[in-house]
Nanobody, 116 residues
Framework: QVHIVESGGGLVQPGGSLTLSCAAS????????IGWFRQAPGKQREGVSC????????YYADSVKGRFTISRDNAKNTVNLQMNSLRPEDTAVYYC?????????WGQGTHVTVSS
């Protein structure tokens, strides 16, 4: 059982920045990775970025590489996603995903809107 709290979404102009935070609590001793997915209206959910809990290895989708940076705080079971140079096509609901050896869990989502 994992409880996930997402924060940091909002409205930003193109070229601006936002930082998303995902905090996991509860049964988190076997968490091995935390990541972010997003889903825009009418489109499939896509992976954005994830980070391994133990070694800190990261993954970025090609569409965000060089603009987004993911980081972790293992003591707090918290992952941040710093999003820079935001584009209108980044507009979506962003979901935190917590992977454990025994299963995975999803947050409720936080909205990111990039518009002028």
């Amino acid at each position: 059982q994992v409880h996930i709290v997402e924060s940091g979404g909002g409205l930003v102009q193109p070229g601006g920045s936002l930082t998303l935070s995902c905090a996991a609590s509860g049964s988190t001793l076997d968490v091995h990775a935390i990541g972010w997915f997003r889903q825009a209206p009418g489109k499939q959910r896509e992976g954005v970025s994830c980070i391994n809990r133990s070694d800190g290895s990261t993954y970025y989708a090609d569409s965000v590489k060089g603009r987004f940076t993911i980081s972790r705080d293992n003591a707090k079971n918290t992952v941040n996603l710093q999003m820079n140079s935001l584009r209108p096509e980044d507009t979506a609901v962003y979901y935190c995903n917590v992977k454990k050896w025994t299963g995975e869990y999803w947050g409720q989502g936080t909205h990111v809107t990039v518009s002028s």
